[in-house]
């Protein structure tokens, strides 16, 4: 069962336009997209690396020594962080949407948790995100040199040594 509302015509709310807040949230949820793409793809690429190695070799054990399954604690960390800078961002990108329906639309907070499904408190908290003056920052863990060298390197620095992975 579907739930129709009316959007009433608003005049927006606050100094900053809800256009260019929401297009700054877009911008946030790709760059976090992109930056977990790259790090699964990197995974992808050493999967199938090991899956050469299990191939051609006559004992396990000769493939996990030429090709480690585990990446470094360097690469879990980035990992683990652009996941959560991508999930941030999708919370954010959401909240900016419910504050336009709330703001522009003039919906109340229980018409818009109805037309999107979510509970009210849900609807609130994600609300809440947009009560910050700007999104965090995203620090790509990529190198630029690199990239401009033939596409996106990630690379890691372990003391003085630097590793990098390539796509």
Request: proline residues 4%; negative net charge; hydrophobic residues 45%.
């Amino acid at each position: 069962m579907a739930t129709e509302f009316a959007l009433q015509e608003v005049e927006p709310a606050g100094d900053e336009s809800h256009r260019s807040r929401y297009s700054d949230r877009l911008d946030e949820l790709s760059a976090a997209a992109a930056g977990l793409g790259t790090l699964l793809d990197a995974l992808v690429t050493n999967a199938d690396q090991m899956r050469r190695e299990l191939a051609g070799s006559r004992h396990i054990f000769d493939a996990v020594s030429a090709v480690s399954d585990e990446p470094s604690p360097a690469f879990r960390r980035d990992l683990h962080a652009a996941i959560r800078r991508f999930e941030r961002a999708m919370q954010n990108t959401r909240g900016q949407s419910l504050r336009i329906l709330v703001d522009d639309g003039g919906l109340t907070v229980t018409e818009v948790a109805r037309a999107v499904n979510l509970s009210v408190q849900m609807v609130k908290r994600l609300l809440a995100t947009t009560d910050t003056a700007a999104p965090e920052p995203v620090d790509l863990p990529w190198s630029a040199s690199a990239e401009a060298s033939g596409g996106p390197v990630l690379a890691h620095e372990v003391g003085r040594v630097v590793t990098a992975v390539t796509r």
